[in-house]
């Protein structure tokens, strides 16, 4: 599982607000956490991009469509949604490398990524597509 925070103000990727992580964390020990400030994290990947405007950005920007989603409450406490590619792949099994990558560029990165999540022996009915094919 992962928590993104996008805050200018924080000093690296790896430092966020502590109270409202550590306690949502507190709630779910049992899963693995990460936590990254995308503030940072824009020139993970490739040494050229753009820094991200805003969350919304970067989760546009993670590398396979079912992870570019992302759920916040607002001032009123209304629950919503960010899924810049939609759900469909996420509710369909469907893994793909976002639309706005190269196939040339990411694909290494794509492929890498999904094998060191193991996420074909952990979801067997993951239908993973090859952007090169």
């Known amino acids: 599982m992962a928590v993104s925070v996008h805050?200018?103000?924080?000093?690296?990727?790896?430092?966020?607000?502590?109270?409202?992580?550590?306690?949502?964390?507190?709630?779910?020990?049992?899963?693995?956490?990460?936590?990254?400030?995308?503030?940072?994290?824009?020139?993970?990947?490739?040494?050229?991009?753009?820094?991200f405007t805003d969350t919304t950005d970067a989760i546009a920007h993670f590398v396979e469509t079912p992870t570019c989603v992302g759920a916040y409450l607002d001032d009123q406490d209304v629950l919503h949604l960010i899924a810049p590619y939609g759900v469909s792949d996420l509710v369909n099994l469907q893994c793909r490398l976002i639309p706005i990558f190269s196939a040339q560029t990411y694909s290494d990165i794509y492929h890498d990524r999904i094998a060191k999540k193991q996420w074909a022996s952990r979801w067997p009915l993951l239908h993973i597509i090859d952007p090169e094919a």
Do not use: R
């Open 7 to 51: 805050n200018p103000d924080l000093v690296s990727a790896h430092t966020v607000e502590p109270i409202v992580i550590v306690a949502t964390i507190q709630q779910h020990q049992q899963n693995h956490w990460e936590v990254k400030n995308e503030v940072y994290m824009y020139a993970y990947d490739t040494a050229d991009a753009q820094p």
